[in-house]
């Protein structure tokens, strides 16, 4: 085979690789300026790593990466089963974290003004597993 055709291959190759992980890491980052109403996102935890705080189970990489562009008033909801969590730490390592119950019908929430920075967003499980949820970024009234 000559070199071109194997090189032509290889690129061919990697670009296929590259590409359904760039457009989820699009789908992944989330940015909210003053004028965004509603975020929504669906997926599955996987939760891979044992986290210290009260997260419980996490993966190893953020869910979401969200971006305020300044200081907003805004609302993390997940809604998942009764062992979800949701773990939200800020640029400088600041963890909040709160878990769902079965009181709360598997819902999660952190409300609160938030300062201008990038957000990593996990959402864990008490246990490990895989479990369907929904995250919501609203503006809090």
Do not use: H
């Not at 878990?99 to 819902?107: E, H, L, R, V, Y």
């Amino acid at each position: 085979m000559n070199k071109t055709l194997v090189w032509t291959l290889a690129l061919t190759s990697l670009v296929g690789l590259a590409g359904p992980g760039l457009a989820q890491n699009q789908d992944q980052a989330i940015r909210i300026t003053s004028n965004s109403s509603v975020e929504t996102r669906t997926g599955t935890s996987a939760s891979a790593q044992k986290d210290s705080s009260c997260a419980g189970f996490i993966p190893a990489q953020p869910n979401y990466e969200v971006t305020l562009t300044e200081d907003l008033d805004r609302r993390f909801i997940v809604q998942g089963n009764p062992n979800t969590t949701l773990l939200v730490i800020n640029s400088k390592g600041k963890k909040f974290c709160v878990q769902a119950d079965s009181t709360s019908n598997g819902k999660a929430e952190i409300p609160g003004r938030w300062a201008k920075d990038i957000y990593r967003v996990f959402i864990g499980a008490r246990t490990q597993g895989q479990n369907p949820y929904k995250l919501t970024i609203e503006p809090v009234n």
